[in-house]
């Protein structure tokens, strides 16, 4: 048995204000967990992804949460959730106003290859991008001409 107060999990770099490894924390072996708050504007991931052997559930405690998906928009409110088989490109964002509080759910707990789409500038179009360590941050880069595209602490 394992037993972890939140509050006492490390918190991670990303996109999020606030992104804690739950299920690491805890020791899980199959599932993945993470904690997540949102300030207005910021998402859970890097970019418009998908993970070729994984799904994921969100569950949105406060707040709500707008995912583009290839279906178009969904919007998730407080007391809902979500799930997106494997192989399903979707992104989530704090479109509204209040803080979000929200915990992601995936299975297995290795997600396979992850792709991952953002706007570069340079290329005037949604690009594949990938993450890079920097000097305590990440940044998402441009795969297509190598120009960094987001900063993240
Ligand atoms: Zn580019």
């Known amino acids: 048995m394992e037993h972890v107060h939140i509050e006492d999990v490390d918190e991670w770099m990303g996109p999020a204000a606030l992104k804690q490894p739950l299920g690491r924390a805890l020791g899980a072996s199959d599932v993945a967990i993470n904690y997540y ?3 207005p504007s910021e ?35 407080e007391g ?24 992601a759910i995936g299975a297995p707990q290795e997600s396979g290859e992850t792709e991952i789409r953002r706007d570069c500038p340079s ?6 991008q990938s993450i890079e360590p920097g000097d305590d941050c990440l940044h998402t880069v441009c795969n297509v001409c190598e120009t960094k595209t987001g900063n993240f602490t």
């Open 37 to 39: 708050e949102l300030l």
């Open 43 to 77: 998402s859970f991931a890097f970019g418009y992804h998908r993970h070729s052997d994984q799904e994921e559930i969100f569950i949105v405690l406060s707040g709500t949460v707008t995912f583009e998906t290839d279906d178009g928009e969904r919007v998730v409110e």
């Open 80 to 103: 809902s959730a979500i799930r997106f088989e494997p192989g399903v490109f979707q992104q989530g964002v704090n479109e509204g106003t209040e803080r979000v509080r929200a915990l």
């Open 123 to 128: 290329c005037a179009d949604r690009t594949p």
